[in-house]
């Protein structure tokens, strides 16, 4: 099990960008892949980026593709997601949740979970 402690979120205008941290501790951070993920008021949890443990492969969703870059530090047992040109509908709180080995764009394959950070953008 992975303990993940997410920050670096906050209220920026749109246009403007956030660096979110997920610390992690507990088992071997770099045996782990890591998602980040996000959730809107009313709407359902989405995808946004993954990396590999070793940090060789990164992947994202299509509407970040560009604008978010995610990158670890596995001395630092941190991931990091590096937001740019934020828009008003990239409002949410944004998770870090990790897994085993492989990336994967299904929430549902990630077992550990931090708490969460809010992003708002504001127009």
């Known amino acids: 099990q992975v303990q993940l402690v997410e920050s670096g979120g906050g209220l920026v205008q749109a246009g403007g960008s956030l660096r979110l941290s997920c610390a992690a501790s507990?088992?071997?951070?770099?045996?782990?892949?890591v998602g980040w993920f996000r959730q809107a008021p009313g709407k359902e949890r989405e995808y946004v980026a993954a990396?590999?443990?070793?940090?060789?492969?990164?992947d994202y969703a299509d509407s970040q593709k560009g604008r978010f870059t995610i990158s670890r530090d596995n001395v630092k047992n941190t991931v990091y997601l590096q937001t740019s040109s934020l828009k008003p509908e990239d409002t949410a709180v944004y998770s870090c949740?990790?897994?085993?080995?492989?990336?994967?764009?299904?929430?549902?394959?990630?077992?550990?979970w931090g708490q969460g950070t809010q992003v708002t953008v504001s127009s």
């Open positions: 990396i590999t443990p070793s940090g060789g492969t990164t």
């Open positions: 507990g088992r071997t951070f770099s045996n782990y892949a």
């Open positions: 949740a990790a897994k085993r080995y492989y990336i994967s764009r299904n929430q549902y394959d990630y077992a550990d």
